[in-house]
């Protein structure tokens, strides 16, 4: 029994000592791989900078010998867009053109050969607004104002219906739409201007009045007028009068009058 004990312990010895030796072999390999490695890539850094260092006589720039690597890229950019700004020969003075990308994009869409689209058909309710926006050809197209505007045309028409206190020896109708407001405008209307008439030197004569004298509104026109600014004067005048004879300080000057004169 004892003889097959040391057997088997020296079995296991000699075992264990050729697997620690391989074990050291290929530790061995592999250190020696990695100073291998190490070695070539110190050569090929030192190949590198010795290429990059230029001669005494020439710009040459050689790479290493590695023809995996990927090759520079073309200097040439091509064609270039052009500039915003075109100068002059002198670069300290405004420049002679600007140009303008989305002024350039409208024009090339504008100047297309290709036909624009067809308008859409307008609608029933379209047909209706636009119909109310006119009085018809009948009436020459007489259009109906916007409702931002009638603020300003109710001036205009409210001094035309005064008409009859600004000239006394002539008498107009009352209007329908009087004492109405804004509510009593007609729905088409329009207030026109005098077209100036062509002068052989463009001077002022009794049909042209120059800007000077123009107004913008009828109402300044009637205030400008001097004889409706008489009349209107004179009859401030008779109405103050009235007022200041029934107003403060005159019950005195009717008690003295009542009194007997014995």
Do not use: C
């Not at 600007?98 to 036909?115: L, M, Y």
Request: hydrophobic share 30%.
């Amino acid at each position: 029994m004892a003889s097959e004990s040391s057997s088997s312990d020296s079995s296991s010895k000699s075992s264990s000592d050729s697997e620690s030796d391989s074990d050291s072999d290929s530790d061995d390999a592999y250190l020696q791989s990695l100073l291998d490695n190490a070695r070539a890539s110190v050569r090929e850094s030192a190949k590198l900078k010795r290429a990059h260092v230029f001669g005494d006589g020439g710009d040459i720039i050689k790479l290493g010998g590695d023809e995996s690597e990927r090759p520079l890229p073309p200097l040439d950019p091509g064609e270039l867009p052009p500039a915003y700004f075109e100068f002059v020969k002198d670069r300290r003075d405004a420049p002679a053109t600007v140009r303008d990308p989305d002024t350039q994009r409208a024009e090339a869409a504008t100047s297309g050969t290709i036909a624009p689209a067809p308008p859409p058909k307008p609608t029933l309710t379209g047909k209706i607004s636009t119909r109310n926006q006119t009085a018809g050809p009948s009436w020459f197209d007489l259009p109906a104002p916007a409702e931002a505007d009638l603020p300003r045309l109710h001036r205009e028409v409210e001094a035309l219906r005064l008409r009859n206190q600004l000239d006394p020896k002539r008498f107009y109708r009352k209007d329908d739409g009087d004492g109405k407001g804004i509510k009593g405008l007609p729905k088409h209307f329009a207030i026109g201007t005098i077209v100036t008439t062509n002068t052989p030197f463009g001077t002022a004569s009794t049909d042209n009045l120059p800007r000077a004298h123009r107004k913008r509104t009828l109402v300044d026109e009637l205030v400008d007028d001097a004889e409706a600014r008489r009349y209107a004067k004179r009859k401030f005048e008779d109405l103050q009068a009235v007022r200041g004879a029934r107003g403060r300080n005159t019950l005195h000057q009717k008690k003295a009058l009542r009194r007997p004169k014995w």
